[in-house]
């Protein structure tokens, strides 16, 4: 989505800092490893797993919302009403799973990684991005569109 931005703003730049929770991950996953093994905390583990992807998951859902809905001027392209819901209501559906994840983890550790495993398996797939479109590799560049000079 970002590759669709003709500039930014403070808001974007602040939820694109959110994104940073991408760092959590291997601190998340040591510790899903470490207490797998473990006699008692698994759930806890599984938790913050399952959390840290949540947390990410937010943080693009609101960068996403932002830039479709708050701040539609700023996009390269203009986007139909229904391409943006559509783009919208995607996001907000891989919220879902992740937060079904981490109460999963309620239940069973493995649960969680079972559900994270699966939308990584899904989301690495290009058919499933909701630009995807093989005819088209990128989109232009600002510095060659007329319309900026």
């Known amino acids: 989505m970002l590759r669709r931005l003709i500039s930014v703003d403070h808001t974007i730049l602040l939820f694109n800092l959110l994104l940073l929770t991408i760092g959590v991950l291997p601190f998340s996953t040591a510790l899903m490893a470490e207490y797998l093994k473990a006699a008692h905390g ?9 959390g840290s992807f949540l947390a990410m998951s937010l943080a693009f859902f609101a960068m996403q919302r932002h830039m479709l ?3 539609q001027h700023l996009l390269h392209e203009r986007l139909t009403p ?4 559509s783009v919208l209501r995607r996001n907000a559906l891989g919220v879902a799973p992740y937060s079904l994840a981490t109460l999963g983890a309620i239940l069973s550790p493995y649960l969680t990684l079972a ?3 699966v939308l990584a398996a899904f989301y690495a797939l290009p058919s499933t991005t909701s630009d995807h479109d093989p005819q088209q590799a990128s989109f232009p560049a600002v510095e060659n569109d007329p319309d900026r000079k």
């Open 82 to 85: 229904e391409v943006r819901r």
């Open 115 to 117: 559900i994270c495993a």
């Open 69 to 71: 809905i708050a701040k």
């Open 42 to 50: 698994q759930n806890l583990a599984a938790a913050v797993y399952g």
